[in-house]
């Protein structure tokens, strides 16, 4: 998982990196919301937020790069 103070791309990059695609996208968002969800209802929130954080970042990279 990427730390906090990473740059917004890096985060981007990591996060794809594990996909392995950019192809679904939308797959890889909704899943990253799930495990956003989840981690809040574990109480982990600050592992939440940092999800958050790369859904942000890979929706910010969409409108940049299409």
Not at 34 to 53: G, P
């Given at each position: 998982?990427?730390?906090?103070?990473?740059?917004?791309?890096d985060i981007v990059?990591?996060?794809?990196?594990?996909?392995?695609?950019?192809?679904?996208?939308?797959?890889?968002?909704?899943?990253?919301?799930?495990?956003?969800?989840?981690?809040?209802?574990?109480?982990?929130?600050?592992?939440?937020?940092?999800?958050?954080?790369?859904?942000?970042?890979?929706?910010?990279?969409?409108?940049?790069?299409?």
């Amino acid at each position: 998982m990427a730390e906090f103070n990473d740059k917004p791309k890096d985060i981007v990059a990591e996060t794809l990196a594990q996909y392995k695609s950019v192809e679904n996208i939308d797959i890889i968002i909704r899943d990253l919301e799930k495990e956003m969800k989840q981690a809040a209802e574990e109480l982990e929130f600050e592992k939440a937020a940092e999800i958050r954080d790369q859904i942000q970042a890979i929706k910010e990279m969409i409108v940049f790069e299409f």
